[in-house]
């Protein structure tokens, strides 16, 4: 199956090394591409998909993605391919970049998937029963049973994480009604797509339900204790990483810094006073907790980064386009939101409305994540809006006997508590574009489907244009 890998896929990783922030500083703006890449031959794997473990790209390497291209810089100076990171350091042959590819932001799609399936016959080391896999029973013994069994990575990109019920939990599974016949009290399977390993520098949780994250911990250590695990559980490690290869996975990873750099339309991101790319993003100070919205110094006003392409003259589509850009910056920082029923949020602040903006909880700035560590449960997995595909489990809580339906119960598999049933963390909105789909599960295919579920969610009441101009800046971030 070798020979159906294409010049392209092989020019998305390059063999060399990872230069300094230095080096990246001094290199322009990569030219505005005149339109889509290339399509691959038919049946063939999509543009632009790195191939399996890719070598580290250069600081400054560029990726185009549906919306433009994005690029990835380096302030940890040189990496051979050799390093910790592109290693297997398991056995069944995975890296921790099987599931964090250079040009998905260093997550992964469902393209990606794809073209890494029909490449290998579904036996990339992406596709792995241990949580690949819809169950790890699954049969994977021909073409046609893989491609079923790795339904949910093909078309979500979704990896399957197996959690208890802790013995102390104060609720107990009731019921389990999976489509793949697997999942039970002693292991819930859990739909989950993989985080990027990039802009980690404004991070405040590890993982979306924050299981590697302890309390009063550096960050490093926590982002330490999270890679020993993957390679003991998603690599099948017989024992963890040595103390050096772990320092060497974290600091590459803290040092990664990934953004939007070019738009199809309104061009390089970072130019006519513009601060789009990866550049400015790697510069930005980071305090935990900072521009909490529960501060009284809190600044609804968390993006600037496009403040001044407003009102920016000219005709042409591309002058309209970076208009557009700096209108749903506005409209992020600006446009209100009345918030109801969010546990993580309203409970805490014990107002049943809050009045805020999608900055108010998105609110590191320029970042986008929540720069403390909270978990707010908006309703996706709720049975509401269960797809066929999902698992849904009827959890029964020990004191008062009350129920609560969820695909996915977040938080509470960690803390045991009931009000945290379907909490999850808010992660950064940098490097969007390359790395659909949204959400925990994976439920929102792109980016206008986010804006959809926020709009009817909180009945924000945008209007057609209103909701053109957030995509368009979300698209650029």
Known sequence: MASRRLPWILAASTAGLFATLAQAATTPPPPSPPGPPPAGPPGGPPPNTPPTNPTPPNTGQVFADPTGQMTTISTTGQVTATHPFFASLGRNGRACVTCHQPGNAWSITPANAQARFLDTNGLDPLFRTVDGSNSPNADVSTPASRRAAYS???????????????????????????????????????????????????????????????????????LAHQAANAVLTHAQG??????????????????????????????????????GGPLFLSS???????????????NP?????????????????????????????????T????????????????????RTTCSGCHNTP???NHSSANFLDLGLSDAGRRTPD????????????????????????VTGKWEDIGKFKVPTLRGLPARAPYFHNGSAASTGDVIAFYNGRFNMNLSPQERNDLKAFLDSL
């Open 152 to 222: 949910m990575l093909l078309s979500k990109g979704d990896i399957r994480v197996g959690l208890p019920v802790p013995a102390s939990a104060q609720f107990t599974l009731a019921a389990a009604n999976d489509p793949y016949r697997f999942a039970s009290s002693a292991e819930l399977s859990l739909f989950r797509r993989p985080l990027p390993t990039t802009n980690l520098k404004t991070l405040s949780v590890v993982m979306w339900d924050g299981r590697e994250t302890v309390t009063g911990a550096a960050m490093s250590a926590n």
């Open 238 to 275: 017989a024992s963890p990483p040595s103390a050096a290869a772990l320092q060497q996975i974290v600091a590459f990873e803290t040092g990664l810094f990934s953004a939007q750099s070019t738009d199809r339309v309104a061009g390089a991101l970072n130019i006519n006073g513009a601060d």
């Open 284 to 298: 930005l100070p980071f305090t935990p907790g900072e521009n909490d919205q529960l501060l009284p110094t809190f």
């Open 301 to 333: 006003k968390v993006f600037t980064i496009f403040d001044k392409w407003t009102g920016i003259a000219g005709a042409d589509p591309q002058s309209a386009a970076r208009r557009s850009i700096a209108r749903g910056e506005a409209i992020f920082n």
């Open 335 to 354: 446009h209100p939101i009345a918030v109801t029923n969010v546990a993580g949020f309203n409970d805490v602040v014990h107002l049943s409305l809050v």
């Open 366 to 368: 320029n970042a986008g």
């Open 390 to 413: 999902m698992p849904l489990y009827t959890l029964r809580n020990k004191t008062t006997g009350g129920l609560r339906l969820t695909t996915d119960p977040g938080r509470a598999l």
